[in-house]
């Protein structure tokens, strides 16, 4: 008796717990996503690398040792570069927009696809930039190439688009996928202005008081040339580029209206003798983080000289040779400087040298008609230049 007793009052206890089961405990709520942290990246445009090797041009290091294989001696821990930059002509005629003889006209796309695969078998990211023009695009020279010369617009459109489409899968192909694209260089008054050079025309020009049609027009081309970038290399980042560095109210204007095309990084080049100050870079750095805080911003032209500048008016605008001597020491301390001072910017995750393979105009000036005296290397020693040396320390954090 004394055991059924015990049972019942265990059974009722069992039973009363039962009709109230206890709350499920809550599951603990998702972290908050961690802030994506950026990739950054630091190289040179060596469009003319494969054309000085093609002629046997040699590189030495600042020793004077002989440099075997120059993508190699980027990528070394000397160097400690890990991207590169490659620009596209549609049929590149050695000429510049004027018609004189220009040997840096020259990369066409199979002249691309066989640096490019070089670029990528080396673990360098790549940007390969399309001029869409059969020779320099720049803010005074956005001419149509003479193949597109009898297109009206809306074949124009489609042609930028087959045409973008095409060199990608090439390159795809060829197992040299781009990392970053840019559809058209130093864009910033239009592209494909018209077939025939004629600077005083306002015909497709976007400035900030140009028609609204033009921009329409801007923007639609731009539409088509990036459809087919993420068609064909989705993973890929775009990239515009205008060179208005040194006027942020021209460039907030451009970046402002062509808020409906679909990029993500802009690209700046920034030339101090062009350009101005640092000081001058800075505000514009600051206006675009403040404005468009989505974009990542890439300098990815920029160069100082190291001997024979030109007088200003007469090739630069600006002299800061008593800041940065024109000198091998003086060229180094501005790309200190430079890089001193995109650091202080979150924004920014890339710099680029441009044309930093210079050295010298090969033989019978089949690779350079003119120098530039802006490279990193010396055109009559051929070794490396200070410079080369100091632009890796953009990389560290």
């Not at 927009?97 to 695969?117: E, F, I, S, W």
């Not at 864009?187 to 609204?212: D, H």
Request: hydrophobic share 35%; proline share 7%.
């Amino acid at each position: 008796m004394k055991h059924f007793w015990l049972l019942s009052l265990l059974a009722a206890s069992l039973v009363a717990c039962g009709d109230k089961p206890q709350p499920p405990t809550p599951p603990e709520p998702d972290p908050e996503p961690e802030p994506e942290t950026p990739a950054y990246y630091v190289g040179g445009d060596i469009s003319v690398l494969q054309s000085y090797e093609d002629k046997g041009v040699t590189y030495y290091d600042d020793k004077g040792g002989k440099i075997a294989d120059v993508l190699k001696y980027l990528k070394s821990d000397a160097v400690g570069w890990n991207a590169q930059r490659v620009r596209l002509f549609v049929n590149p005629v050695r000429k510049d927009p004027d018609g004189n003889t220009d040997a840096q006209v020259c990369q066409d796309l199979d002249y691309v696809v066989r640096l490019c695969k070089r670029i990528k078998a080396e673990g360098f990211a790549l940007l390969l930039d399309f001029h869409y023009s059969d020779t320099w695009a720049d803010p005074s020279n956005q001419w149509i190439p003479k193949e597109w010369a009898s297109l009206d617009e809306g074949q124009l459109k489609a042609k930028v688009y087959s045409y973008t489409k095409e060199c990608l899968q090439r390159l795809v192909k060829e197992g040299a996928t781009p990392d970053f694209i840019q559809p058209g260089n130093e864009i910033s008054y239009g592209m494909l202005w018209s077939a025939t050079v004629n600077r005083k025309s306002q015909t497709n020009r976007c400035f900030t008081n140009s028609p609204e049609a033009n921009w329409t027009r801007f923007a639609a081309l731009l539409g088509q040339a990036t459809k087919a970038c993420r068609e064909v290399c989705p993973k890929a980042k775009i990239i515009l580029h205008s060179e208005r560095s040194g006027q942020s109210s021209v460039l907030k204007d451009f970046c402002t209206r062509l808020s409906g095309v679909d990029y993500d990084i802009i690209g700046l080049s920034y030339y101090p003798f062009w350009h101005n100050s640092l000081q001058t870079l800075a505000q514009t750095l600051d206006m675009l983080e403040s404005s468009f805080p989505d974009k990542r911003v890439q300098v990815v032209e920029t160069a100082y000289y190291y001997q024979w500048q030109p007088q200003v008016g007469k090739g630069i605008t600006y002299d800061f040779s008593s800041t940065w001597p024109v000198s091998p020491a003086g060229q180094a301390a501005y790309a200190q400087a430079l890089v001193a001072e995109l650091k202080k910017h979150a924004n920014v995750t890339g710099l680029y040298w441009w044309f930093p393979e210079e050295n010298g105009n090969g033989p019978d000036s089949s690779v350079l008609t003119n120098w530039v005296n802006r490279g990193l290397w010396d055109d009559t020693s051929h070794k490396a230049l200070p410079g080369l040396y100091v632009l890796k320390d953009f990389l560290s954090r």
